[in-house]
């Protein structure tokens, strides 16, 4: 009898440690399930982000493509008719100005163009114009014979306040005498909201934004709904104060400069602090070493990402949920089966003892 009551406290303890390993064991599974999952799940968002982020941004460089090749074409053709302009003004001489604002009013009806006038600039900063007005050429550092023969701006003639152009001015070689006057260049304006029609990004409704700038970064023209948005002269040096959420910031000046289509996401805040996300991608213009810059809120373009993302997030949980009820499933099976099978060996080793 005391040979029983030693293996009866044997049998105690045994139990007593089978069931603290069978705990353990328990635990080390369910947390290495719940770690494979998370791991899974997370690195499973991490690709689909990265996919959705390029996918996005393909659409939009795709955009900015379009909007470039609309820009050049502009300029390409800017460029033809100050040329015939030249071709017309440029080997005349004119009596007096109203002989020469005649000759102007031609050349403004050869161009078949109401949005676009041409000036002759003197070389004592006053020009005339097609439509018969004349006014002071403010950019007189634009009339230096130490300046490129060919040169663009961005501005506002005195006779048309309120309305911006770009202006594609040229040198003459031989200046060009109207009675007492002589004048030094020719150019062509281009109402800018001609521009604006035509590299107009559909299907964002007001909320793709365009800017152009330079190869310095300076902006040479913009169009957005809200007047807060990238306020600064130089765009690309406002980049440096915002949170880059995909792409840094080096890599993204670098690139742009190069030529090279990039696009990148990045946080920012309004004037009443408010955050957003946005997109930009950009494409060159190549004619003029410019670039044009594509701006949309990251909740527009990925409108659909959201409801992706939340599937996605509902999957992940119902099967997490089945994956650990299955895991604890074999877990009790397997620990209830493990019970039984010490049991019929106790039992079949009290039955040998008794014999």
């Known amino acids: 009898m005391k040979m029983l009551g030693r293996r009866t406290g044997n049998k105690n303890q045994d139990k007593k440690e089978l069931g603290f390993h069978g705990g353990w064991s328990v635990l080390v599974v369910i947390a290495a399930a719940v770690i494979v999952l998370a791991v899974g799940s997370l690195n499973y968002f991490s690709f689909l982000e990265t996919q959705l982020f390029k996918e996005h941004g393909s659409y939009l460089t795709e955009l900015a493509d379009k909007a470039s090749e609309i820009v050049d074409s502009v300029i390409g053709y800017s460029w033809k008719q100050l040329s015939a302009c030249e071709y017309m003004l440029g080997s005349r001489t004119f009596s007096s100005k109203e002989e020469l604002l005649d000759a102007l009013y031609a050349s403004g009806d050869m161009m078949h163009e109401k949005d676009s006038?041409?000036?002759?600039?003197?070389?004592?900063?006053?020009?005339?114009?097609?439509?018969?007005?004349?006014?002071r050429w403010e950019q007189v550092q634009m009339l230096g014979e130490e300046q490129e023969e060919r040169q663009q701006v961005v501005t506002e003639l005195p006779h048309k306040a309120g309305q911006s152009c770009f202006v594609f001015m040229k040198r003459f070689g031989q200046p060009v005498r109207a009675g007492g006057t002589v004048l030094t260049h020719i150019a062509v304006a281009v109402d800018i909201a001609v521009l604006q029609e035509k590299i107009l990004v559909k299907g964002f409704g007001d909320q793709c934004y365009t800017y152009l700038i330079d190869e310095n970064g300076k902006r040479l023209y913009k169009n957005t709904y809200e007047d807060s948005f990238v306020e600064e002269d130089n765009v690309l040096s406002a980049f440096a104060q915002y949170e880059m959420v995909h792409g840094e910031y080096d890599s993204f000046i670098r690139n742009l400069r190069a030529g090279e289509n990039i696009v990148a996401e990045f946080e920012y805040a309004d004037a009443d602090g408010k955050k957003k996300n946005w997109y930009v991608s950009n494409a060159s213009v190549a004619s003029e070493n410019w670039q044009i810059l594509l701006f949309v809120p990251t909740q527009v373009l990925g409108a659909g990402t959201t409801a992706l993302l939340n599937r996605s997030a509902r999957f992940f949980t119902v099967a997490a949920v089945a994956i650990l009820a299955l895991v604890l499933t074999i877990i009790i099976v397997t620990v209830i089966s493990g019970a039984n099978k010490r049991l019929v060996r106790q039992k079949d080793e009290a039955n040998r003892l008794l014999r």
């Open 117 to 135: 006038m041409v000036l002759l600039v003197a070389q004592d900063g006053n020009y005339y114009c097609s439509d018969h007005q004349s006014g």
